[in-house]
């Protein structure tokens, strides 16, 4: 059983790479934004802050849905921002075989991609403000950089990083 963590910023490449996973590996992809709850969307939609109480509830959610991944897959690979160190630790504390991947690319090309996504619910300036909050990982992890449009350069990275 293996469980890959792939965290970031908005736009760093954290669902694309957790596809190429799923593409290449046959990896479930998991993406944890799928379970944000109401209280979250409303805060993130009317650009408000998002309390730990939000996210103390949503990272529990996030952990009872590994458990139960768990059980009907072999290999998962979760894509969330992971914005706190503190949830980091958390899920480590859960799951400690997880595997953590910081995505990074460089702002300019990031927010780039934002911008063309269409019905995504961050606009820049509050992604602006989560980058600001978010915290740099002191738990061991490994980086990719998804500076290169395609499969090929993050599929090389993942290979390299995962020994798959």
Known sequence: MQIVVLFGLPGSGKSFAGNVLKKYFNYYH?????????DMKKAI????????????SFFQEIIENMKRLKSKH???????????EKYRQLFLREFPQARFILAQTNSV?????LK???NY???LEYVRKMVLNFDLP????SVINNDIDGDRSILKQLEETLNV
């Open 121 to 123: 619910p961050l606009d």
């Open 116 to 118: 063309q996504r269409k």
């Open 45 to 56: 939609r009317t650009q408000n802050v998002i309390t730990d109480s939000m996210r103390d």
């Open 138 to 141: 002191q738990i061991k992890h």
């Open 109 to 113: 090309l990031r927010e780039a991609r």
């Open 30 to 38: 998991y993406d944890g934004d799928a379970d944000l709850p109401g």
């Open 74 to 84: 072999e290999n998962i690979v979760v894509t969330q921002t992971f914005i706190k």
